[in-house]
């Protein structure tokens, strides 16, 4: 796949519902991040991680959870979705914290 | 304040002039990245620089690091290079985190 894949591309979700989107890459990058992105706020960093088995939190992470079992995927959990997290979720990732990011396509998320 | 700012927010103009975005940002860095968004698209690396300038193909960044500043240029601007342009900094302090701009929108008109 030479890259990131996020699953799914798009998902409409009942608020109160639990919901997982998924990212792989399969670049053996260290580093890994997940941000929304909203029209007039730009990119924010909900939670990302610097290694395998490690993560942190970043500007936005209420409401949201992160696993990195491996190196390979970083899967972002919203517990119980409400409507103020519909948004566009981007996944990244780079070879070591702060080095060129490789973005995956997105995934457009509408909690109604 | 926000640690990095753009400008413009928004730039339209014509095939084939000379573009400047603007990028200023008030933290000590390590790196500043330049990021190209296209409508409804994915999010692409242009450039990371600490110092100088780099080129590829018809684009252009600089920096100053004293002045805490840089400048994406495009030159012949088409159509296909309407984007959003996204400038961020790796903070020199602190735990490698990237700040982000929030972003340039070009229009490049035929």
């Known amino acids: 796949i030479a890259g990131i894949t996020q699953a799914p591309t798009s998902q409409i979700l009942a608020a109160g519902r639990r919901m997982t989107l998924r990212c792989t890459q399969d670049m053996r990058h260290n580093a890994m991040y997940w941000y929304r992105q909203d029209l007039g706020l730009g990119l924010r960093l909900i939670h990302y991680s610097n290694t395998a088995g490690t993560t942190g939190k970043g500007e936005v992470p209420d409401g949201y959870s992160v696993s990195r079992a491996n190196t390979d995927d970083f899967p972002l959990t919203l517990a119980s979705a409400v409507p103020s997290q519909t948004s566009v979720y981007f996944c990244?990732?780079?070879?070591?914290?702060?080095?060129?990011?490789?973005f995956g396509s997105g995934t457009r998320l509408t909690v109604v | 304040k926000n640690e990095v700012e753009q400008s413009p927010q928004n730039l339209t103009a014509q095939e084939g002039e000379f573009i400047t975005i603007n990028c200023s940002y008030s933290?000590?860095?390590?790196?500043l990245h330049w990021l190209q968004q296209h409508p409804g698209g994915g999010i692409v690396s242009l450039f990371m620089?600490?110092?100088g300038k780099k080129k590829h193909g018809r684009l252009i960044a600089t920096i100053n690091i004293q002045e805490k500043h840089s400048s994406l240029h495009i030159t012949a601007s088409h159509p296909r290079d309407s984007a959003v342009y996204i400038c961020?900094?790796?903070?020199?302090?602190?735990?490698?985190?990237?700040?982000f701009g929030k972003g340039t929108r070009l229009h490049i008109l035929p």
């Open positions: 961020a900094v790796r903070p020199e302090q602190g735990d490698d985190k990237i700040i």
């Open positions: 933290v000590g860095i390590s790196a």
């Open positions: 990244a990732s780079s070879a070591a914290p702060g080095r060129i990011y490789t």
């Open positions: 620089l600490s110092s």
